[in-house]
Each structure stands twice: as structure tokens, then as C-alpha cells.
């Protein structure tokens, strides 16, 4: 079992920054690979970015050169650094964890890939 805790989400202006958190508990915190989505009201929910155990990252093109993922090991944390933010950022976040093995791969944009997820965090971008 994995519980996942997000936190960082809130109200900011267009190009201010955000970073979000996760904190995975309950399992080898360097053994799974987790990923970010977002889902926006009457929208699937889209995949973000994603962080291997060994730290290679993975990103939606949408949000690549702004948006940067990082694992804190002696924290036990994954961050979601959140750059030039626009109105079609908002959305509520959400952190999701797979309990393979921990490797990275293109089906990690794949919300049925992760066995895990957070309650999601409520981000939202005025202009």
C-alpha cells in the first residue's frame, strides 16, 4: 500500500510560479515511479509529468520547458516546480504512484498504469 499526500496548490496570478508536493508513505519511497496529472472541470484528466526512482523525468509537451519534476530521497518527497503558469493551468492536481519497477516509461501517461493516487490539490491561474 501507498498513501500519497499532495500539497502546495492555491490561487496565483498569470506567469507567477507554484510548487507543488507529494509525499508517498507505506512503501519504498525509492522503488516507485511517480507521476503528476491534472484534470480541469469537464476534462479527462491529462498527464503532467512523471519521475523514475533513478530520476529521469518524463513531460506533456504542454507544459515542457515550464513545469520541472524532482524527488527529495532524504524527504521522501516529489515536487512539481510550476513556472510562467497560465489560465490553462487551472485544474486540481492530482499525484499518482506506480508500484512496478520504478523505471520510467511512454505508458506512464496512462492514468490506469498507477495503482495509487493523492486527493488532488486545487491549482488555479487568474488572469
Not at 500500500?1 to 510548487?19: H, T
Not at 515550464?66 to 513556472?83: E, G, P, W
Request: overall charge neutral.
Amino acid at each position: 500500500q501507498v498513501q500519497l499526500v499532495e500539497s502546495g496548490g492555491g490561487l496565483v496570478q498569470a506567469g507567477d510560479s507554484l510548487r507543488l508536493a507529494c509525499k508517498p508513505s507505506g512503501r519504498a519511497f525509492n522503488k516507485i515511479t511517480v507521476g503528476w496529472f491534472r484534470q480541469a472541470p469537464g476534462r479527462e484528466r491529462d498527464f503532467v509529468a512523471a519521475i523514475s526512482w533513478t530520476g529521469s523525468t518524463y513531460y506533456a509537451g504542454s507544459v515542457k520547458g515550464r513545469f520541472t519534476i524532482s524527488r527529495d530521497s532524504a524527504k521522501s518527497t516529489v515536487y512539481l516546480q510550476m513556472n510562467s503558469l497560465t489560465t490553462d493551468d487551472t485544474a486540481v492536481y492530482y499525484c499518482a504512484a506506480d508500484s512496478g519497477d520504478g523505471y520510467i516509461y511512454s505508458d506512464h501517461e496512462n492514468p490506469s498504469i498507477y495503482d495509487y493516487w493523492g486527493q488532488g490539490t486545487q491549482v488555479t491561474v487568474s488572469s
